[in-house]
């Protein structure tokens, strides 16, 4: 007779998460590798995440178990409460960075045509992006947030899986920064690399406190491409005054982005009212653990 089995509490989402990063890290590198110079590379790595859990679901997950794996991920449930935090914090905390920017003199104001045309273009072009960008970044949250984060939830507090998520997702970044020529690629390896990986790890806090809250993907997905959106804003307005000293303050390897996104972390760490109740292997996580089919006679 062919029953469900749940596997132990903590060798199945350990297989799981060595498996997501195993098959994405590789992915990573290989797309850096083959594509070093090619433009394309950078949408194509934002899919990679979701694409590490499709092959996961045919190799990694029996029949039967697959569909409850992708209803784990909550994509029918919007989470509307959350949305104004991800539209909102976002852009608060980048604007914030090109205010410094502009204050230590790193970047000054470009000149923005204020006409009807101008307006009604950057309308249009900010409305293509936003879904162009929603449709890339979920390809990353379905991966991170959907997949690994409730795994590594299993394993330890919400609090520090948050963290351990979000350092995941932000050393996802570095073939791309490292190997590639397309991906902040503005200033020194050996400042943007770090900056880079240490901001994505703090947002990844934010990211997973709104999955948390609203329990499904989609605002996290908002939040991050409001996120990715801000900073391309940012550059459009704010212009380096040398090459790369806008790149060090602001956007994504800028450290006045970097301070505002641990103090944002810090807080939401200390005061989430989500994880107030944090305990190691919550057991309302127990819904998300995995299932193997056996054959017993």
């Known amino acids: ?10 060798s199945a989402p350990l297989r799981e998460i060595l498996a997501f990063l195993l098959v994405v890290f590789g992915l990573a590198t290989g797309l850096a590798v083959g594509l ?17 859990v499709t092959i996961l679901t045919f190799t990694l997950f029996p029949r039967g178990t697959r569909r409850d ?7 029918r449930r919007a989470g509307l409460r959350s949305w104004g935090w991800a539209l909102g914090v976002p852009i608060l905390l980048c604007g914030a960075a090109f205010g410094a920017a502009l204050l230590v003199g790193a970047g000054h104001l470009q000149t923005i045509p204020f006409t009807g045309a101008a307006l009604g273009t950057f309308a249009s072009a900010t409305a293509a992006n ?10 990353e949250e379905i991966g991170w947030r959907g997949f690994l984060l409730p795994r590594v939830q299993q394993l330890t507090t919400r609090r520090r899986a948050a963290v351990l998520t979000g350092f995941a997702h932000g050393c996802f970044h570095l073939p791309l920064i490292l190997i590639a020529t397309t991906y902040d690629a503005d200033g020194s390896r050996w400042i943007v ?30 939040g991050h491409t409001f996120a990715n959106l801000s900073f391309d804003w940012g550059f459009a307005v704010v212009a380096s005054t ?5 790149a060090y303050v602001a956007g994504e390897t800028g450290v006045a982005t970097l301070g505002a996104v641990v103090v944002a972390a810090i807080v939401l760490l200390t005061n989430a009212k989500v994880w107030k109740a944090d305990r190691v292997g919550d057991p309302a996580l127990a819904g998300e653990a995995s299932t193997v089919v056996t054959a017993e006679r």
């Open 36 to 52: 070093p110079h090619a433009h394309l590379n950078v949408p194509a790595s934002a899919l990679l995440p979701t694409v590490a």
């Open 130 to 139: 936003v879904v162009i960008m929603m449709v890339l970044l979920m390809g």
């Open 69 to 75: 794996l992708w209803r784990s991920f909550r994509l």
């Open 242 to 246: 040398t090459p790369a000293s806008l």
């Open 193 to 222: 690399a770090p900056v880079a990986v240490l901001t994505i790890t703090a947002a990844g806090v934010f990211y997973a406190w709104l999955k948390d809250r609203s329990g499904s993907v989609w605002p996290a997905g908002i």
């Open 1 to 10: 007779m062919i029953i469900l089995r749940r596997l132990t509490p903590r």
